[in-house]
């Protein structure tokens, strides 16, 4: 029976039979059928059944991948690579960004979540929402916060999901920089995007604020266990987990790892997502030497626990770390912008033959269905 036969038979199947095939058929198949039918595009752009396909993606694990963004022929590109049972680190599939960026840089990831990422240009306001399976991005309206409103500040996003409200958020962190010896005068300000409301609202409560604080690097912040983390210091040089519950809203701290004085000026630099925990980077301020430290139980400070190797020179002073895959391994940036693989535990380095740039992005990554259909103005189909 040829393929076009199989689906007519198929459009006399009941809808739960429909539905439950659909749920087990990869994205680009499903895209396919939507066109079959007004009865199957109706059936798949169900939010119940996208939710249940969702969820569905997340309990396989031939579903879940790995997300770069990379430099392609000086063109921005997103690459989704499968990791189970694939040594070679295949790609499987890329998006072009449907973004024009001006010269000479690239959208940063400012994270990805439930197939949806979020982007912003330069740390700047121009942010989107991005479902490129589907093909469709929100552009967000302009937080209301700016330099003629509260001084000049350093800027930092985060994006994530609250369960507990089935909503996406983006979360934008102002801190407002002061004289060089006081680089710090005050308490962030907070500003939080909600995606069922379309709009910014200000944090005001002070027991929902940050303390007296500043984010140190440019890198996004890790989205784990419902919370955004970031590495934070006060005026006082102390360096701590900034933590943001996206459902309560609120701040906390977890600790960072004392250091002993004979360790020298070692720094940290950044925090990423490792399993279901976080794993915390530093730098020797001296050589570029990098450690890594993995919080074995999440939000428990005890459970901090250093890698028992440090990471490869990979002939540049400082390689940088871009994120883990889901075996343990480290994905490092060399010294010729290229990317490699390497085992902690084996000390293997392997070449991905994959080029980067210096904000290059990687985070796991699930395909969705999710259409942007709460959006009252401002999404765009490509």
């Known amino acids: 029976m040829s393929d076009?036969?199989?689906?007519?038979?198929?459009?006399?199947?009941?809808?739960?039979?429909?539905?439950?095939?659909f749920t087990f058929l990869p994205i680009k198949s499903i895209i396919i059928c939507t066109s079959v039918s007004k009865t199957w595009k109706s059936l798949i752009q169900n939010p119940t059944f996208i939710s249940t396909h969702l969820h569905h993606s997340h309990t396989k694990s031939q579903n879940l991948f790995l997300l770069l963004n990379i430099s392609r022929n000086d063109r921005e590109v997103y690459a989704l690579h499968k990791e189970d049972d694939d040594p070679d680190f295949t790609e499987y599939t890329s998006f072009e960004s449907p973004f024009h960026a001006p010269a000479p840089g690239f959208h940063e990831v400012v994270g990805t979540c439930n197939g949806l990422l979020c982007?912003?240009?330069?740390?700047?306001?121009?942010?989107?929402?991005?479902?490129?399976?589907?093909?469709?991005?929100?552009?967000?309206?302009?937080?209301?916060?700016?330099?003629?409103?509260?001084?000049?500040?350093?800027?930092?996003?985060?994006?994530?999901?609250?369960?507990?409200?089935?909503?996406?958020?983006?979360?934008?962190?102002?801190?407002?920089?002061?004289?060089?010896s006081d680089f710090v005068k005050s308490r962030p300000v907070v500003e939080v995007y909600s995606l069922s409301t379309g709009e910014w609202r200000m944090l005001s409560a002070s027991a929902s604020l940050p303390p007296v604080c500043a984010k140190i690097s440019h890198r996004p912040p890790a989205f784990a266990n419902g919370a955004l983390h970031w590495i934070a210091v006060t005026n006082d040089k102390k360096r701590f987990v900034l933590v943001f519950d996206l459902g309560d809203?609120?701040?906390?701290?977890?600790?960072?790892?004392?250091?002993?004085?004979?360790?020298?000026?070692?720094?940290?630099?950044?925090?990423?997502?490792?399993?279901?925990?976080?794993?915390?980077f530093q730098r020797r301020v001296e050589t570029g030497q990098i450690n890594i430290w993995v919080?074995?139980?999440?939000?428990?400070?005890?459970?901090?626990?250093?890698f028992s190797h440090q990471c490869p020179t990979l002939g540049m002073p400082s390689p940088c770390p871009v994120g883990f895959r889901r075996n343990g391994e480290v994905i490092l940036l060399n010294i010729g912008l290229e990317l490699v693989s390497w085992n902690p535990d084996s000390q293997n380095i392997k070449n991905l033959e994959i080029n980067g740039y210096f904000d290059t992005f990687c985070g796991s990554y699930v395909e969705s269905l999710f259409l942007f259909d709460k959006a009252t103005k401002g999404v765009v189909t490509y």
């Open 295 to 306: 919080m074995k139980e999440y939000g428990v400070a005890s459970s901090w626990t250093k």
């Open 249 to 280: 809203e609120v701040f906390r701290q977890i600790l960072l790892p004392e250091l002993p004085s004979y360790t020298g000026k070692m720094m940290w630099t950044r925090v990423s997502v490792y399993g279901n925990s976080i794993a915390g």
């Open 119 to 180: 982007l912003s240009y330069d740390h700047a306001n121009d942010i989107f929402l991005w479902n490129p399976c589907v093909r469709k991005f929100l552009q967000l309206p302009y937080p209301d916060v700016t330099v003629d409103t509260h001084g000049v500040s350093c800027t930092s996003f985060g994006f994530g999901f609250d369960p507990k409200t089935n909503d996406y958020k983006v979360v934008r962190i102002l801190s407002i920089m002061g004289s060089p």
């Open 4 to 21: 076009s036969n199989k689906l007519i038979r198929w459009g006399y199947l009941p809808d739960e039979i429909l539905t439950h095939i």
